[in-house]
């Protein structure tokens, strides 16, 4: 009876920790101001998602920046409904970063800054 017990403990204790471990990172995503663009970071695949949905002949792009370094840009030129995925390094570093709409002969639209662990 005491071993059947322990076994059972053991099994609890085993499950709990799994779950407290399993817990994922949740995704955080942004569009730019008047629509254009959505993006999403993903930090569970270290993956940005971005994707251009108007129909207004601008691309849209992702800057960022790893741990204070700034970043090649990640663009989508392949027109409205589309969509782009783009794994980034690092491992525990910090990332900021912010979606914007290139707009021809004029200030770009840009999202707010978030920020990020990769």
Known sequence: M???HKLALTAV???AAFFAMAAPASASS???PGGGAFAYYDPNR???GLQDSKADGNSV???YWVNNQK???IVNY???GSWRDYYIGGDGLPLR???CVDIRWSQDVCSGTLWETV
Do not use: D, H, V, Y
Request: aromatic share 12%.
């Open 2 to 4: 005491r071993r059947t």
């Open 13 to 15: 204790m085993a499950g």
């Open 30 to 32: 942004i569009s730019t």
């Open 46 to 48: 270290n993956m940005f």
């Open 61 to 63: 792009f992702i800057e």
């Open 71 to 73: 970043q090649p840009r």
């Open 78 to 80: 392949n027109g409205n």
């Open 97 to 99: 970063w912010k979606l």
